[in-house]
């Protein structure tokens, strides 16, 4: 899958504390300026649940264009019923 977006850098991977759904590979990255990448595994997203409560994180978003796009679109519509417990 390739597009256009906002990508963050984390400090920190956080695969060892959520479930990641998709990774970045970082090779791909194209026009990151002065970023260095350095994460190797870089998770884009991912879910837990904790103590009953639910929560989902995903780099799609940060631009219109991201809203026009109809897989983005699905992604985070099932990504807030899962939340919501609409979904399994």
């Not at 990255?29 to 409560?53: F, L, R, Y």
């Amino acid at each position: 899958y390739s597009t256009f977006d906002e990508w963050y850098s984390f400090i920190e991977n956080p695969r060892s504390k959520v479930r990641v759904l998709a990774s970045l590979d970082e090779n791909s990255i194209t026009n990151a300026g002065s970023v260095k990448w350095k994460m190797g595994d870089h998770p884009v997203i991912w879910c837990q649940e904790i103590d009953g409560t639910r929560s989902f994180y995903t780099v799609f978003g940060h631009t219109a264009e991201a809203f026009q796009n109809k897989i983005v679109i699905e992604h985070i519509k099932n990504a807030i019923n899962w939340t919501a417990r609409r979904i399994k």
